[in-house]
């Protein structure tokens, strides 16, 4: 009986509010989580040592509501995993204090994750409202602009946040693999557990519009704003999320194992280990053949020290090392090696989307005094086992492994080459030369819906009204935004068509002043 | 709300070019950029009462903006509202002292109040702003005939005629002035371009006969 009634209200769902010192706009945001089409939630708001907002949720009345009142400012991270401890729901969403749901948000994701995708975890988009407070604390809003509306990419979460925390759900089971949020981050700390969820699950992207944020223009005292100011404070944060690894097993990430061959550890080898931490994004453990090498005093997280004879040769240390990698690839890099901005990550894409076997990939700035490459742990194991006495490269050869260097089309982030190309091109004017790039990346490329929505701008640009026209009318039918009921708005006063003009124009009316947002 | 792009420029491949801009033009302007066009769709299609509120509306979203004001002022007009219009186009006039339509707006103004000597000013400031303002220049026609001088206007035209071959609503007051100025040969020419344009035309067909007429007896006189 239960289990029938479950299936007809569905999977509780729990909402997670964390709130510091913002009362007029909590009152808005749990309206708007309260008057959801999908009504079995558990909402938890968890006071992270403001004033208090007793008042303000005993209003509502509403007994799917849990306050955590705590005296003490500890942080938005500590805030979640308070409230992640008392989450019950099959599925977690999240809500800042000043954002705002449609009321088809939860409904939306929920739908997806039971019925439509072997994720778990979804997203979806959301307008980014940009806003002057006025004097009497309301906003005076002066637009709403989908400005992140990305695929999921797995190798750019890694490097790059492009999902909205707040337009995120995902099974709560998920956390116990991710690990709770990180309270050491004072910044970052969406970016660092979406990167996290990244390592068990694909994201599922849900191309509507179901919430917006608050962005005010002249606001610089945000908490946030102000942290990212302090750049040493803010770089560090980033080096932690990017060196952070959940416990395995991992389902969609392979590990990747760092070799490093010295000799000693003296001041370029510590150098050298720290570019490896400025620049690799790729989740890594470096492993150290040394005779006795203290790994503390590194101060470098996922070191690994594989003792080996003092006398032991290159290809002995390596081979040492290999017998304790746990990564999938591994990659050898000797001492002095110049590690830059994506050193390992454009041959190590190549390797993981190479569908012809037996290739290994010489790093970009490899020479044969400084020799390094990426390759599958296997086929190095199958190398050395057949061919020990052979130094490594010839021992690859040997084993009919071909190495070679990474072509350009093989890199990864091709995507967004392209797209700052042309964004350049119309930076500059070059409309003409501008839009059909954009609608040549929406067709080979992810991300249509945002590709043509710039390409339908650039044809309106270089006045190629009728193609504008052709794309904008697609768009609109398929996810209409402000911006997109604008633009066709344009189309049709170019074409005298007022009466039209008019009524999209009304449309786009309608979505700034919230007028579909009735509960407030 | 943590949109964690934002400060990573320092690791950044693509510079700003990602999507991660932070405050773009875009992001203060649109509100006010869907009021203004409404304000202009309204009042083209006659609603003026609804375009004045669309353009109040921009005009407290965008302050400083010009466009709400220009639009006040022809709201205004329209609704014969001269002293009101004023207020709005020296406002705007006052916001962006280049806005070639507050002065052909204020040119308007003076035109109905029958100071053809202000309105024949404002329009020329508009058309020295922007000599592609088809109103300003229609405007300094009708006003040079009020005055019965035309001297500065054949200029005017031919600029705009040069940018915009064919346009007879400008080729027909040219013919005319033409003729008026006794250049009888270069109004035939043109009215003849009309005529190419658009046979029908029965006012440039009148003009043509006179005109061949004033040729005529030019031709004879010489003899």
């Known amino acids: ?324 990698c746990d990564g999938e690839y591994i990659v050898i890099l000797p001492n002095g090696f110049p590690v830059r901005n994506f050193w390992v990550e454009d041959s190590l894409y190549a390797l993981i989307n190479n569908s012809s076997d037996r290739e290994a990939f010489e790093l970009e700035g490899s020479t044969d005094e400084l020799w390094a490459v990426v390759l599958k742990k296997d086929y190095l194991i199958n190398a050395r086992r057949e061919f020990p006495s052979l130094a490594i490269l010839e021992s690859l050869k040997a084993a009919d492994i071909f190495v070679r260097r990474v072509l350009a089309e093989e890199i990864p982030f091709q995507f967004d080459q392209l797209l700052e190309k042309t964004k350049l091109a119309e930076k500059n004017g070059k409309w003409q030369q501008a839009a059909p790039m954009f609608e040549y990346i929406a067709e080979h490329y992810q991300n249509q819906l945002w590709m043509k929505t710039l390409a339908a701008k650039a044809f309106f640009n270089a006045n190629n009204i009728n193609k504008a026209q052709e794309l904008c009318s697609e768009i609109n039918r398929q996810r209409p935004t402000v911006d997109t009921f604008l633009l066709e708005a344009k189309i049709k006063r170019t074409g005298k068509d007022f009466t039209q003009a008019i009524k999209l124009l009304e449309q786009a009316e309608q979505i700034l002043e919230g007028k579909e947002l009735l509960w407030i | 709300m943590d949109i964690t792009q934002e400060n990573f420029d320092h690791t950044s491949k693509f510079g700003n070019e990602s999507q991660n801009e932070t405050i773009q033009q875009n992001d203060v302007t649109q509100h006010y950029l869907v009021l203004q066009e409404l304000g202009d769709c309204c009042s083209s299609v006659g609603n003026y009462t609804q375009a004045q509120q669309y353009y109040e509306k921009a005009a407290t979203l965008a302050p400083d903006e010009v466009g709400p004001y220009v639009g006040l002022g022809v709201v205004a007009l329209q609704k014969n509202l001269l002293d009101d219009a004023e207020i709005a186009f020296r406002v705007a006039c006052r916001l962006d002292g280049s806005c070639a339509k507050a002065y052909a707006g204020l040119a308007m103004i003076a035109q109905q109040r029958a100071d053809y000597e202000q309105a024949f000013k404002m329009y020329l400031k508009s058309l020295e702003l922007d000599s592609d303002n088809l109103i300003a220049l229609l405007g300094l026609f009708q006003t040079s005939c009020q005055m019965g001088t035309f001297s500065k206007v054949i200029h005017y035209l031919e600029v705009y005629l040069n940018m915009h071959p064919g346009d007879i609503s400008v080729m027909f007051p040219l013919a005319a002035l033409y003729m008026r100025d006794g250049s009888f040969e270069r109004s035939r020419k043109l009215l003849m371009s009309i005529l190419t344009l658009d046979p029908d035309n029965e006012d440039a067909a009148n003009l043509l006969e006179e005109v061949e007429h004033n040729l005529a007896q030019q031709k004879q006189t010489v003899m």
């Open chain 1, 1 to 324: 009986m239960a289990g029938n009634y479950e299936r007809k209200i569905g999977p509780v769902v729990s909402v997670l509010i964390p709130t510091f010192n913002r009362p007029r706009y909590l009152a808005e945001a749990l309206s708007s989580v309260l008057q959801q089409s999908y009504t079995n939630l558990q909402v938890i708001i968890v006071n992270d040592g403001g004033r208090d907002i007793g008042d303000i949720i005993a209003s509502f009345n509403d007994p799917r509501l849990i306050y955590i009142n705590r005296k003490q400012n500890l942080g938005k991270a500590f805030s979640l995993n308070q409230a992640l401890s008392k989450a019950e729901g099959k599925y977690i969403a999240y809500l800042d204090d000043d954002d705002l749901y449609y009321p088809n948000h939860i409904e939306t994701l929920v739908d997806v994750l039971e019925n439509q995708t072997d994720c778990q975890v979804a997203y979806s988009d959301l307008y980014k409202m940009c806003c002057r407070i006025m004097p009497d604390g309301s906003r005076q809003i002066l637009s709403k602009v989908v400005e992140v509306t990305r695929d999921f990419d797995r190798f750019f979460m890694l490097y790059y946040n492009h999902v909205l925390h707040v337009s995120l759900m995902h099974y709560r089971t998920l956390i116990e693999k991710t690990g709770p949020y990180n309270e050491q981050l004072n910044v970052l700390i969406d970016w660092d557990i979406a990167r996290r969820l990244a390592f068990f699950s694909d994201f599922q992207h849900v191309y509507e519009i179901t919430g917006e944020y608050c962005h005010p223009i002249d606001e610089c005292d945000r908490i946030s704003i102000q942290r990212r100011k302090d750049q040493d404070e803010y770089l560090k944060n980033v080096f932690t999320i990017r060196t952070t690894r959940p416990a395995k097993p991992w389902s969609k990430i392979e590990d990747l194992s760092i070799i490093f061959i010295t000799q000693q550890m003296d001041n370029r080898a510590k150098e050298t280990l720290n570019s490896i931490r400025q620049y690799t994004f790729y989740p890594y453990e470096i492993y150290l053949p040394l005779p006795q090498v203290d790994c503390e005093s590194l101060s470098m997280p996922n070191v690994i020290n594989v003792s080996v004879d003092s006398f032991a040769s290159q290809s002995q240390r390596i081979d040492a090392a290999l017998a304790k």
